[in-house]
């Protein structure tokens, strides 16, 4: 018996895979300018005000992170989406429970975004 498989759930795939390369490269980005190669010594604890610092030094950091946030909650729901899809839900319940991750995604990439403006 063959299955019917969507373009959707073919879509979503493909940019699970996209969104979870680029979060590895946000993600190493991250640590290498900001934890890694971190001068403790000479420019004393990571705290606050430099982190708020290096946020403001330049646009690129502000573009940088702005685009970090909503990759990672799309990559969180659309992986928490494809593994309740496994489960064959029904109709309803399928789209009951895409509105929820995509309502969650979006208040998630809102108060994101209003944390990263407010430390600029």
């Known amino acids: 018996m063959a299955e019917k498989v969507s373009n959707q ?52 950091w502000k573009v940088y992170y702005m685009l970090f946030v909503p990759f990672v909650a799309f990559h969180a ?18 789209i009951f429970l895409k509105a929820i991750f995509w309502v969650v995604g979006l208040v998630l990439t809102a108060i994101g975004a209003m944390t990263l403006i407010n430390l600029f």
């Open 9 to 60: 759930s073919a879509l979503a795939w493909f940019l699970q895979r996209i969104s979870g390369i680029l979060l590895a490269f946000f993600l190493i980005t991250h640590l290498n300018v900001h934890h890694l190669f971190h001068n403790i010594t000479a420019e004393g604890i990571i705290n606050f005000h430099s982190v708020q610092e290096n946020l403001t030094s330049s646009v690129w």
């Open 77 to 94: 729901m659309n992986g928490i989406w494809q593994i309740m899809a496994d489960f064959r839900l029904s109709p309803g319940a399928t």
